[in-house]
């Protein structure tokens, strides 16, 4: 059979790139700008063009002015290195390349250092939609932008601080059954918390209107759209009881979303949840997704801390 000389490119699912470091087993890596392909760049080029307006109507102020602070370029896929030339000098927040899904303490590891995990491959440009993993287009697109904001940025940190914590409150278990049942209740609340603020927040917006300030609705063009003005959301003031107990589910648009007064407000609600952990309450959250899988629980019980 002919061969065709087409680059293999670094597609979603299809980039011999990314499996050739998973195998070698690297999880951070560089960002091969040379291997993308024309296709992943017009994959680029749609996605930013089809999202803008909907952005200029429903995304919060602060990820508008972001999107303009790092330049983002809408007619390619970004390097890397020009998106932290811009970012660095903000908030001190780097994104990080990485070859694939990061360990529960390893990813918030990352955020308390500033740095961001950042998938570089880009969903297939004939597959706009949905996409259960995430790419270049929702980390970079969709997160990135947030992070010059210097509220926003100490809520992430704060995070990490909260992995540490929980790391740090059972190292000292001796009854190794009863401490992986008390980190899986403090992961289940913390991955929830996280997808109910960071992934799909709603802040309060100019005249009591609402926006979007969450990465997984800013990078979707249609659930961007259905969150704010869909009659089959709800929407909610936050209450930090139901962050921690709701189950996250992914498949589908979210029916229920919670709306923060601001970022000074998110990061108060980290900090309860910090509490809150010390205290035992998040021992025992309800059951239900996300499931935490072996990896991310032993990520937390081999945390050097
Ligand atoms: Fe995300």
């Avoid at 070698?24 to 992943?40: C, D, F, K, T, V």
């Avoid at 995304?59 to 602070?69: C, P, Q």
């Avoid at 009854?175 to 309060?204: H, P, Y």
């Avoid at 059951?287 to 050097?304: H, K, Q, T, V, W």
């Amino acid at each position: 059979m002919p061969q065709t000389l087409t680059s293999p490119g670094l597609t979603t699912g299809h980039a011999p790139f990314i499996e050739e470091a998973r195998n070698r087993g690297e999880l951070y890596i560089a960002q091969p700008y040379e291997l993308y392909s024309e296709e992943n760049h017009e994959a680029w080029r749609r996605l930013f063009a089809r999202i803008r307006p909907r952005w200029e109507r429903y995304a919060n102020d602060h990820f508008l002015r972001g999107i303009e602070a790092l330049n983002l370029p809408a007619d390619r896929i970004p390097r890397l290195s020009e998106v932290n030339q811009r970012l660095q000098p903000l908030t001190g927040f780097q994104a990080k390349p990485v070859s694939g899904y990061v360990p529960g303490f390893l990813f918030f590891d990352c955020l308390r250092r500033r740095e961001f995990p950042t998938t570089i491959t880009i969903r297939d440009k004939d597959r706009m939609d949905y996409l259960p993993e995430p790419d270049i287009f929702h980390d970079v697109a969709g997160h990135v932008p947030m992070h010059t904001e210097r509220a926003f940025a100490d809520v992430l940190v704060r995070f990490g601080d909260c992995a540490h914590t929980a790391a740090e409150l059972t190292a000292g278990m001796r009854d190794q059954v009863e401490r992986a049942r008390r980190l899986t209740n403090i992961m289940k609340a913390m991955s929830r918390f996280f997808w109910f603020t960071v992934e799909f927040g709603l802040m309060r917006g100019p005249r009591n209107s609402v926006v979007a300030y969450g990465s997984g609705l800013l990078s979707s063009y249609g659930e961007l759209e259905h969150a704010i003005d869909s009659p089959e959301t709800q929407r909610y003031p936050v209450q930090i009881e139901w962050l921690i107990n709701q189950g996250a589910e992914i498949d589908h648009y979210q029916p229920l979303l919670f709306i923060v007064e601001s970022f000074d407000h998110l990061f108060s609600l980290v900090d309860t949840l910090e509490h809150w952990m010390r205290e035992g309450r998040l021992d025992n959250v309800a059951p239900g997704l996300p499931e935490i899988n072996d990896r991310d629980l032993r990520s937390f019980m081999d945390a050097a801390i």
